[in-house]
């Protein structure tokens, strides 16, 4: 068979630990041997972003700002233990974190489904995406722990002369103090990027908020949604027969559980963060849940929405036989390179993203799977494989969709 050809390189982040070495597996067993493979590679793996001083993480997402396209492994994210672990020079900042500053997105998860393992929410039939905002609120707050009696104020000094003063609380003994913020113009982008993602996949969006307490924070968020739907998306999404519309956030809990799936449910930072982890271990597994960092302004950064995996690695770096699921990761790279092929206008390459997703589905399927599904799975007895031999599994099948 002629390897699949590419135009434009794909920017390809390698990771840390477990994933790092899926990651190769994914390559040589899956993408090498059937794909004329063009990439631009930056490895983030934690040495190397010491080693550049973490400038390697931001030349990375500066490539997929050029490009349109990235595919990323899972990194770690330093902390005080993995100081001393990797003998680092500074504790880095999220990848992740510097890589959406760059590209200013919105994180679209969702979960992938098989018929042999059911939802706990039985009438869902479909995937639930859920499409949250990565900047601000709880994760950009100042806190304060009040220590003792005392007054607290919001106290805001404007450039060109607006002020504003009021009491918090009269503290009459210790307690806690929090504050948070949001900029119109992140809300904006992400906002955009929600419907560009709703009419991209042709869903429904529903956003869901607080805005009957919140009334000028919230209240802020469903406005700037409204008005740019009605401004920029309106014509599309009735032309697409879609739907947009702005619920509380308890309504929309409540219609989430009753629903089929299907959409795509647009949420602040917290709300997202909390409802994703609901909303995919309610569908089986964190390590089927997969996870697209998309910008306003079009480009696209695929990956897994689990971690490096430590504990695996471990046992991994001791000789155990690991039973690893790398299903998400092989389809940051499905969805990564479908996303090429169609910028591209390279059939084969979108098709080969399609067949590569059909041959896990199949391999899962047909009850061969890693350790985590195992026991998640209805009505059959499922074969428990190592990554390697799950991987194998799957070309065995890509290779007959392929004609290989
Ligand atoms: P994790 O890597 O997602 O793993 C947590 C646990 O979930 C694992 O121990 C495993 O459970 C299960 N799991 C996750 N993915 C799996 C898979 N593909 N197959 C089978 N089981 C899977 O989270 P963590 O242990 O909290 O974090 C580890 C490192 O990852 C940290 O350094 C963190 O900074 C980093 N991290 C990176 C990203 C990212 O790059 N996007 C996201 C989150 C965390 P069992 O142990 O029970 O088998
Ligand atoms: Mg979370």
Same mark, same amino acid.
Request: hydrophobic share 30%.
């Given at each position: 068979m002629e390897k699949i050809r590419m135009t434009t390189p794909l920017v390809e982040m390698d990771g840390d630990e477990m994933t790092r070495i899926i990651w190769k597996m994914i390559k040589d067993e899956l993408l090498?041997?059937?794909?004329?493979?063009?990439?631009?590679?930056?490895?983030?793996?934690?040495?190397?972003?010491?080693?550049?001083?973490?400038?390697? $993480? +931001?030349?990375?997402?500066?490539?997929?700002? &050029?490009?349109?396209?990235?595919? #990323?492994?899972?990194?770690?994210?330093? !902390?005080?233990?993995?100081?001393?672990?990797?003998?680092?020079?500074?504790?880095?900042?999220?990848?992740?974190?510097?890589?959406?500053?760059?590209?200013?997105?919105?994180?679209?998860r969702a979960p992938i489904i098989i018929d042999s393992i059911k939802p706990v929410v039985k009438n869902w039939e479909l995937p639930i995406t859920i499409a949250r905002h990565a900047y601000g609120d709880l994760y950009k707050g100042t806190e304060y722990r009040v220590p003792e009696k005392g007054k607290a104020e919001l106290v805001f000094t404007g450039e060109n002369g607006a002020s504003f003063r009021e009491t918090v609380y009269d503290f009459e003994c210790p307690g806690i103090l929090q504050s948070i913020y949001n900029k119109?113009?992140?809300?904006?982008?992400?906002?955009?990027?929600?419907?560009?993602?709703?009419?991209? $996949? +042709?869903?429904?969006?529903?956003?869901?908020? &607080?805005?009957?307490?919140?009334? #000028?924070?919230?209240?802020?968020?469903? !406005?700037?949604?409204?008005?740019?739907?009605?401004?920029?998306?309106?014509?599309?999404?009735?032309?697409?027969?879609?739907?947009?519309f702005y619920t509380l956030i308890d309504d929309a809990v409540a219609r989430v559980i009753r629903s089929k799936g299907g959409f795509i449910w647009a949420l602040k930072n917290y709300d997202g963060d909390v409802m994703s982890d609901m909303v995919s271990t309610a569908f089986g597994s964190l390590a089927m849940m997969t996870s697209v960092l998309c910008s306003p302004d079009g480009k696209f950064e695929y990956e897994a929405a689990h971690g490096t995996v430590t504990r695996h690695y471990y046992k991994y770096l001791q000789g155990e036989e690991t039973s690893t699921n790398p299903m998400a990761t092989i389809y940051a790279w499905s969805g990564a390179l479908r996303k090429r092929g169609e910028m591209d206008g390279l059939t084969d390459l979108v098709n080969f993203g399609n067949k590569l997703e059909e041959a896990c589905v199949e391999t899962l399927n047909d009850g061969i799977m890693t350790k985590d599904l195992v026991n998640l799975v209805e009505g059959q007895k499922p074969t428990a494989v190592n990554t390697i031999e799950f991987i194998r599994a799957i070309r065995a099948r890509l290779e007959k969709k392929l004609g290989a």
């Open positions: 090498l041997p059937f794909i004329d493979l063009k990439t631009e590679y930056y490895d983030l793996g934690l040495p190397k972003r010491d080693e550049t001083r973490d400038q390697i $993480t +931001k030349d990375a997402g500066n490539a997929i700002k &050029k490009y349109g396209v990235g595919v #990323k492994c899972a990194t770690i994210t330093p !902390n005080a233990q993995r100081m001393t672990e990797y003998n680092l020079h500074e504790m880095w900042k999220s990848p992740n974190g510097t890589i959406r500053a760059i590209l200013d997105g919105t994180v679209f119109d113009t992140s809300i904006e982008s992400f906002a955009h990027s929600c419907f560009k993602y709703a009419l991209n $996949t +042709k869903q429904d969006l529903w956003f869901s908020a &607080k805005d009957t307490i919140s009334k #000028k924070y919230d209240m802020n968020f469903r !406005n700037i949604f409204q008005r740019i739907y009605d401004e920029c998306y309106k014509e599309e999404f009735e032309k697409l027969g879609l739907t947009y």
